[in-house]
């Protein structure tokens, strides 16, 4: 029953902030043939949604076991980002995270990016399912074009046409 009440004591004093969002910045790199991916999410977000997949107090910033984040992130980041053409989902390189005042950074990449793509096809599913407020906000930039979209529970996919 104490420990009980001192997690519930902890939730009830931890900040919060008002909206949740996240974002995510996509950019076609023909040069190098390659996706960049760079994500930022708030650390409390995530601290919580760790806590509830795995019953335990885990700590970013500084990180209270650095292994058994970068697993979660990387797994995290897999299962709820898609990027796919030419009808096939592709794979989403996890390369490091670091931490930006109250943000979670995330850095991935996809290679190779052959030049011949005309359409990417975005699923977004960060922190949906835990927090039905959740808006991902995805900001895309290739040579030939530029483009911003709020994704959120209601609308997690998102075709763009180079």
């Given amino acids: 029953m104490n420990s009980f009440l001192i997690a519930l004591l902890y ?3 931890l ?5 949740y969002i996240s974002t995510t910045t996509v950019r076609v790199v023909l040069e190098s043939k ?3 991916l760079t994500s930022r999410f708030f650390i409390d977000d995530i601290e ?8 335990e107090h885990i700590q970013l ?10 697993q979660f992130v990387a797994a995290f980041y897999q299962e709820n980002l898609t990027i796919e053409w030419d009808g096939k989902p592709q794979d989403i ?4 995270r670091e931490y930006q005042d109250d943000l979670l950074v995330v ?3 996809i290679q190779p990016f052959p030049s011949a793509v005309d359409e990417l096809i975005f699923t977004v599913t960060f922190l949906t399912d835990f927090l039905p407020s959740q808006q991902n906000i995805i900001h895309f930039s290739a040579p030939s074009s530029k483009n911003s979209v709020l994704l959120n529970q209601a609308k997690t996919t998102h075709r763009i046409f180079l």
Avoid at 15 to 19: A, E, G, K, Q, R
Avoid at 48 to 55: C, H, R, V
């Fill in 93 to 96: 390189k996890y390369l490091g």
């Fill in 107 to 109: 850095y991935a990449e």
């Fill in 61 to 70: 910033q500084p990180d209270s076991d650095s292994a058994v984040i970068d």
């Fill in 34 to 36: 390659q996706i960049q």
């Fill in 11 to 13: 939730w009830a004093f």
């Fill in 48 to 55: 919580a949604l760790m806590q509830s997949k795995t019953g």
């Fill in 15 to 19: 900040p919060t902030h008002d909206y």
